[in-house]
């Protein structure tokens, strides 16, 4: 049973860092690609990027370039997602979805967590 | 990027009727190599992340029932609930593959009259 388990809601002021894990199970962690997708109160989702969990090479939105940062624990079967520089319209709920395969849709989703940037 | 318009953006059916969602695109995301429809349909309950329903515009993802019925090609794509059940009240999102920026539709709320 392919499972994702991400952190609990945080709360940041404008400027700061937030980082979410998603721990996986069920599967085998380096045979499928991470996406991350946020959504906006009310929103539709928006993808913001994926990560390699084999290799840990990450691709990213030109929307966050130079904020938005992936990384892997392949011992830990546990994706992470770093956004610094946090506006208000960052709030948002941010999810983890794993790739069903060669870069195609997303089979199987996080629970959510739930980043308030309010000062 | 691809955009992608659905409509309507809400609708009210009666339970045990049929409800239609159309999700059009701005650019065709039929792959012609392999003759596929790089486009997905997702349910989302309130509070609960995206479910996927659909793949490939017509395949349904294991264990979705099959009332849900994905068509289309090219542009123009629909996703029908042949008879609405009350569990079946969510947010409906089409999704496309075809590009590197996985874009999703505006969303269409599905509610019983």
């Known amino acids: 049973h392919v499972q994702l388990v991400q952190s609990e809601a945080e709360v940041r002021e404008p400027g700061a860092s937030v980082k979410i894990s998603c721990r996986t199970s069920g599967y085998i962690f380096t045979s499928y690609d991470l996406y991350w997708v946020r959504q906006a109160p009310g929103e539709r989702p928006e993808w913001m990027g994926w990560i390699s969990a084999a290799s840990g090479d990450a691709t990213y939105s030109q929307k966050y370039q130079g904020r938005l940062i992936f990384t892997r624990d392949t011992s830990a079967t546990t994706a992470y997602m770093e956004l610094s520089s946090l506006r208000s319209q960052d709030t948002a709920v941010y999810y983890c979805a794993r790739d069903s395969g060669n870069l195609k849709w997303f089979d199987s989703w996080g629970q959510g967590t739930l980043v308030t940037v309010s000062s | 990027d691809i955009g992608l318009t659905q409509s309507p953006d809400s609708l009210a059916v009666s339970l045990g009727e049929r409800a239609t969602i159309n999700c059009k695109s701005s650019?065709?995301?039929?792959?012609?190599?392999?003759?596929?429809?790089?486009l997905a349909w997702y349910q989302q309950k309130p509070g609960q992340p995206p479910k996927l329903l659909i793949y490939w515009a017509s395949t349904r993802e294991s264990g979705v029932p099959d009332r849900f019925i994905g068509s289309g090609s090219e542009t123009d794509f629909t996703l029908t609930i042949s008879s609405l059940q009350a569990e079946d009240v969510a947010v409906y999102y089409c999704?496309?593959?075809?590009?590197?920026?996985?874009?999703f539709g505006q969303g269409t709320k599905v509610e019983i009259k």
């Open positions: 999704q496309e593959y075809f590009s590197s920026a996985w874009t």
């Open positions: 650019q065709s995301v039929l792959y012609s190599p392999n003759n596929k429809n790089f």
